[in-house]
């Protein structure tokens, strides 16, 4: 297999990973929305007790 043809078979994983790691900003944003949604989350389930 050459390695044209192994890029190009990338899957969905590898190119969602692309996508955020492109640039830094994407990627930053991604890490805060990350924390923020997660913050929720717990918040929600700990009031919910």
């Given amino acids: ?3 044209a043809a ?3 078979d990338g ?3 590898e190119g969602l990973y692309r996508v ?3 640039r ?3 990627y930053i944003t991604f ?3 990350g ?3 997660g ?3 717990i918040d929600y389930r700990v009031h919910k007790m």
């Fill in 1 to 3: 297999m050459d390695s």
């Fill in 6 to 8: 192994r890029r190009s």
């Fill in 11 to 13: 899957g969905l994983f």
């Fill in 20 to 22: 955020i790691m492109r």
């Fill in 24 to 26: 830094d900003s994407v």
């Fill in 31 to 33: 890490v805060i929305a």
């Fill in 35 to 37: 924390a923020f949604l």
């Fill in 39 to 41: 913050k929720q989350a």
